[in-house]
């Protein structure tokens, strides 16, 4: 394996789906922003596979953990992970490079 790409959300979207869930008033602005970086997010996955590029989503794995209620994210308005939050991306990571890695011909 000599590339794994690995995409994390922003913190908005990590949150997204926990906060449709439980039928949150979301803003107008946070609502359009979930959308369209799931868009994105999708084209973006697509392209990859399409070029046959190995990748891994961290969202997934992200998104379980905020529905535990899990603190991944500091509360102020920071959008990174706080420790707790990279090991859950370390995580996926881990369990990326522990399978065998696609054949990839072109």
């Known amino acids: 394996r000599s590339l794994l790409v ?3 959300p922003t913190k908005e979207r990590a949150y997204c789906a926990y906060l449709k869930a439980t039928a949150a008033s979301l803003p ?7 959308d369209v970086e799931s868009r994105a997010h ?3 996955g697509d392209a990859m596979t399409r070029e046959r590029i ?4 961290a969202t997934p ?5 905020i529905a535990a209620h899990a603190q991944l994210y500091p509360t102020d308005d920071d959008g990174h992970e706080v420790a707790a939050g990279y090991g859950v991306i370390a995580g996926v990571v881990a369990e990326a ?3 065998p ?3 990839m011909s072109r």
């Open 42 to 44: 999708a084209r973006l």
């Open 61 to 65: 794995a992200l998104e379980t953990r």
């Open 28 to 34: 107008p602005a946070h609502a359009r922003l979930c």
């Open 101 to 103: 890695a696609p054949a």
């Open 6 to 8: 690995v995409t994390i």
């Open 97 to 99: 490079l522990a399978r």
């Open 54 to 57: 190995e990748h891994v989503d």
